[in-house]
């Protein structure tokens, strides 16, 4: 007899009574959906001023929503089996945790919502979850490989916006470096910082697609796709970038020999590298804004630009204390003060999202009538910062050190069931949802969660731990029902 909600409708009937398969496709399908609608909402702050990153919530919001129905039905139907499990309740641990760090936080609203312009608080972080058991629940390999094509063409949308950024200066909060014009790419995420481990992510899917799809056009969508974001992360003037590029270059190079891919199509890694190189000549060319050099600005953008220009997230940093210049500075400098304050609130954290409220300097000498924004950006903040780009980091001196215990192991977890079920399929899906993850894992020692990004980063790790029965395992299956 056909299950039923509360004894209701057919459409009831139906979300109970799919099969692994079309759940599988129909999830797989909301999945690629979700993970573009918060870039696709950003189109409208980047349009116009007069419009906040509210709306990149707002897409966030939409996306999470699809996520947490799909993994709704999963869980119902039990797709979340032993198999994957242990990281799906690591994550939970990791939510609920969460809200015992927006208890203890100052501010409530900004703990659940996230600082606006940020949007990263509790209520992200339990989409984050939806996405991550959603992916996890995928049942076929033509899920999977719908994800790939999602995380794919989500680096394709933002490289296409990068392009008008960079030889427009349009679209973009990130046309200026203090006195300098160098129209750096942010795509649809925010931040050049964002902009290139979304590409990491992306690249790494698409060269492995390139060296092993059997279909003509896929292999040309996969190539074309490998040298445009290869070209536009050096236009995010990051380490990241490079960091990035070079990750995905390796991960590609191992994925040849492993998968066994043709040699002639190693072709995509010197090609990449070349289409990199392209970026660098035609900044050193002076066609972009009015620099002639090529150098990194990563302090620069995530303090100047993204933090106290874009968000208001903190005041301007303080140049006897960091050399905002220098990328090696910056980057030391972030990770040991974030380290003292964890030192100060190693169990909860100071709460999600609230790391620029516990850097201010709260002085009788700033006006108490500003606005939120106003006093924060006040000049007696000077030296204050919201983000630290080390998502290890961040998630300890925010959430607490239990919360990075639970990120940990669902990452952990996720990898090794990632290499287990490539072992044990021995498909290209399982390979590179498996490799987009370590990409992800390790881009994250550098880098820092978005909500325009992370939902492609949870949805791939949630992918990798999917609990997939292969052909010879259902054969097996159907073999030991006959005789029952």
């Known amino acids: 007899m ?23 496709k129909l999830a797989s399908r909301g ?43 999963g869980l119902m139907k039990k797709y979340i089996s032993k198999w994957n499990i242990f990281p ?8 609920l945790w969460g809200i015992m760090s927006l208890v203890k936080g100052c501010d409530l609203e900004i703990s659940f919502y996230g600082f606006p312009e940020r949007g990263e608080g509790l209520l992200a972080i339990l989409f984050y979850f939806c996405f991550f058991t959603s992916a996890a629940s995928l049942k076929r390999e033509t899920a999977i490989k719908t994800v790939i094509d999602g995380i794919v063409g989500v680096g394709i949308l933002n490289s296409v916006i990068a392009l008008i950024q960079i030889f427009t200066g349009k ?18 995420v925010m931040s050049p910082l964002f902009l290139a481990m979304l590409l990491t992510l992306s690249l790494t899917a698409a060269l492995i697609g390139f060296l092993t799809s059997e279909d003509k056009k896929r292999r040309i969508v996969f190539i074309c796709s490998s040298l445009l974001f290869s070209f536009v992360m050096m236009f995010t003037y990051s380490l990241i970038g490079f960091c990035g590029l070079g990750l995905a270059v390796i991960i590609a190079f191992i994925a040849a020999i492993v998968l066994k891919a043709p040699k002639k199509r190693l072709v995509c890694i010197p090609s990449c590298l070349i289409a990199a190189g392209a970026a660098i000549a035609i900044v050193f060319g002076g066609v972009i804004g009015n620099i002639s050099s090529y150098k990194l600005y990563d302090g620069v953008i995530l303090w100047w630009s993204d933090s106290y220009k874009r968000a208001s997230a903190c005041a301007i940093y303080d140049p006897e204390k960091v050399d905002i210049t220098d990328t090696l500075d910056v980057y030391t400098y972030l990770n040991y003060k974030s380290s003292e304050i964890i030192r100060k609130n190693p169990l909860y954290g100071v709460g999600p999202d609230q790391l620029g409220l516990v850097t201010l300097n709260f002085s009788e000498e700033i006006p108490q009538n500003l606005t939120l924004a106003q006093y924060i950006i006040h000049p007696n903040n000077k ?6 780009y080390n998502e290890y980091l961040y998630t300890s001196v925010t959430r607490g050190l239990p919360s990075l215990a639970a990120l940990v192991l669902t990452l952990l977890g996720s990898l090794i069931l990632g290499i287990k079920s490539f072992r044990r399929r021995k498909t290209v899906e399982a390979f590179t949802v498996c490799a987009v993850t370590a990409a992800g894992v390790l881009i994250y020692l550098i880098c820092c969660s978005c909500i325009a990004v992370a939902p492609v980063f949870w949805t791939a790790a949630g992918a990798a731990c999917a609990g997939i029965t292969t052909d010879k395992e259902k054969k097996a299956q159907k073999k030991l029902a006959k005789k029952k």
């Open 171 to 188: 679209l973009s909060h990130y046309r200026l470096a203090v006195d300098e014009v160098i129209n750096a790419a942010s795509g649809l």
């Open 88 to 95: 799906v309740c690591a994550m939970a641990a990791m939510v």
């Open 2 to 24: 056909a299950k039923t909600i509360f004894h209701s409708t057919e459409k009831s009937n139906f979300i109970l009574n799919m099969n692994e398969e079309q759940y599988s």
């Open 31 to 73: 999945l690629a959906a979700a993970m573009m609608t918060a870039p696709l909402l950003t189109l409208v702050p980047e349009i116009t001023d007069k419009a906040s990153y509210s709306f990149t919530s707002g897409g966030l919001v939409i996306g999470g929503v699809i996520a947490m129905i799909i993994a709704i039905i």
């Open 383 to 388: 030296g204050s910062f919201d983000k630290v």
